[in-house]
């Protein structure tokens, strides 16, 4: 059971937005190998996301679209409508509303729910199941969902797995489930910061939440961040700028 003034962060991630959007609205392409790219007609048009079939195939975002058809020469190809991406990401959000006030929209196809008033009703796991499932009915889409007691652990727990995943992170489980991670992994570190903190001798989270925060600021000769807690008692994050990129730093207290 849990406490009743437990705090409960959902992170609902939806997985290959565009492509799912395409698939959802034009069944003919369901299980079949779908990228949305920038003008799709060239070969040097940039591949946005795709669908997992293609990502099967190897296909990935960033790559040309005649890089993409080389590694998935029967890859279907559409231009982004991002009018119905909009109307569709409203629809979500309408649909997210239905069970909390406190829902921070992070971008067009995630957003942060706090459900901590629902704890004395629903087991998280069964409301976060029920979500997904009104999602994939209704909007005919797959999302992930992590559930932790803050936003840093829930958008690390949505990560876990795709597509339709549901996974908790409890911060009694950070050694297990977080510390043996590669530092690229962390929400925050691009492949930039990665290499420097790997230069620095720091692979996984758990280096990472096991250095000084100082002494990084100091390798890195950069300035100093800010320490904040984040609903925890056993971390807090600190964050670091980076060559003008702030990141976040586990601290164990």
């Known amino acids: 059971m849990m406490m009743a003034n437990a705090r409960v962060i959902f992170h609902v991630d939806m997985n290959s937005f565009y492509a799912s959007v395409e ?7 369901r299980e079949k190998p779908l990228a949305i790219a920038g003008k799709a007609e060239e070969r040097h048009g940039i591949v946005v996301t795709s669908s997992y079939e293609a990502r099967k195939m190897g296909v990935r975002t960033t790559m040309t679209v005649h890089e993409a058809k080389k590694k998935c020469p029967q890859l279907i190809v559409r231009h982004p409508d991002f009018a119905l991406y909009r109307r569709t990401s409203e629809q979500l959000f ?6 909390t006030n ?15 008033n629902w704890i004395h009703r629903r087991h998280p ?24 007691p803050n936003k840093f652990l829930a958008k690390m727990a949505s990560n876990m797995k795709k597509p339709m995943g549901i996974t908790v992170i409890r911060k009694r489980e950070l050694s297990q489930k977080l510390w043996p991670l590669p530092i690229g992994k962390m929400h925050g570190v691009g492949p930039k910061t990665e290499e420097k903190f790997s230069l620095a001798g720091i692979k996984t989270i758990g280096d990472l939440a096991a250095s000084n925060p100082d002494a990084i600021e100091k390798n890195m000769e950069e300035t100093a961040g800010v320490c ?7 971390t807090c994050v600190r964050l670091i700028r980076i060559h003008g990129t702030v990141i976040k730093v586990l601290v164990i207290q």
């Open 23 to 29: 698939i959802a609205n034009h069944p003919e392409l």
């Open 94 to 99: 309408t649909l997210l509303k239905d069970y």
């Open 102 to 116: 406190i829902v921070e929209k992070a971008s067009i196809d995630e957003g942060y729910l706090d459900v901590s």
């Open 125 to 148: 796991l069964n409301l976060a199941s029920e979500i997904q499932s009104r999602i994939r009915a209704e909007l005919h889409l797959p999302c992930s969902i992590g559930i932790a």
């Open 228 to 234: 904040m807690t984040l609903q925890m008692d056993v």
